[in-house]
């Protein structure tokens, strides 16, 4: 474990610094799971270090309370309160921090629980993406955002290419690897504020928020491009993977959440018919609805 430090008020030491915990005053609280009173000072510290080797030479702090944050046989944490007088704290107050330690850590750890609870409700195991009914809840709200907002959004459906030949040949270890591969190069070419999902079986879908085709399609090239161009190895078996894109843009291939589904699915399905490894886009120019495809 570490001490994260986010304040450098009076210690002039870094924020966001980390030390170990190995021989501090907190790995102290946490190894004995028991409130700590210190009144004196370095005399009265049970360990050679605040943070680390040498520090107690210059301590400005003479008082310290602390207690370990326990949830039945688990240590949490711990917390601590420190003070540059001498005896500042009584039993009185190891009692309270006693208690108020209890409800933080019982608190902290019903929350911790209910993330985990929720994550298990809406992210996809395998990749880490949104699940299939979570990706369209989340989408859903985008679009109530847009129309509010009065922007578009892109919709990309995505398919790799002659996936089952991954299952059938190298068995569905690979075909994993695979996926969490897709996976992570889709999340990490848009951005923070884009949904990205795993639709089911190969097939991912991300939503572009507050975005114009033009633009979208740029993405989605560039997504195409990383895949066609990974060099998978598994077990040291190399492998090349192509995706098929299709985009649709809201509002205007699509005022509800199927049609704006259906259109980019279409549109992918095009890709598709067309050998695959390519994006192809729809999207309202004047009067007339116009069909692209690029294929490097």
Request: proline share 3%.
């Amino acid at each position: 474990g570490h001490i994260l430090y986010t304040s450098n008020v009076a210690d002039g030491i870094g924020e966001n610094t980390e030390f170990p915990l190995v021989k501090s005053i907190w790995s102290h609280i946490i190894a004995i799971k028991e409130p700590v009173l210190i009144g004196k000072g370095a005399v009265d510290y049970p360990v050679k270090e605040r943070f680390f080797p040498g520090d107690l030479k210059n301590l400005a702090y003479q008082s310290l309370l602390g207690a370990p944050l326990v949830v039945g046989d688990n240590v949490l944490g711990a917390i601590s309160l420190e003070s540059r007088q001498k005896n500042n704290y009584i039993a009185r107050d190891r009692d309270l921090i006693s208690l108020i330690s209890y409800n933080f850590a019982s608190a902290f750890y019903r929350l911790k629980l209910y993330h985990t609870m929720k994550m298990i409700a809406t992210i996809d195991g395998l990749t880490g993406l949104f699940n299939h009914r979570a990706f369209k809840e989340r989408v859903t709200e985008e679009m109530l955002r847009a129309e509010r907002h009065h922007y578009s959004l892109v919709y990309l459906m995505l398919d790799l290419d002659k996936f089952k030949r991954i299952n059938d040949t190298y068995g569905h270890v690979y075909g994993d690897y695979v996926l969490r591969t897709v996976a992570d190069i889709i999340k990490s070419s848009v951005r923070a504020i884009d949904i990205v999902g795993r639709y089911g079986g190969e097939e991912f879908s991300v939503v572009l928020a507050n975005a114009k085709m033009d633009g979208a399609y740029r993405t989605a090239e560039r997504i195409r491009k990383k895949i066609a161009e990974y060099p998978f190895n598994f077990n040291q078996i190399p492998e090349r993977m192509t995706i098929s894109i299709g985009l649709s843009v809201y509002p205007q291939d699509g005022q509800t959440l199927e049609e704006f589904i259906t259109t980019a699915d279409e549109a992918m399905y095009e890709a598709k018919k067309l050998a695959g490894n390519r994006v192809i886009a729809t999207w309202e120019s004047k009067a007339d609805k116009e069909k692209i495809s690029l294929k490097n």
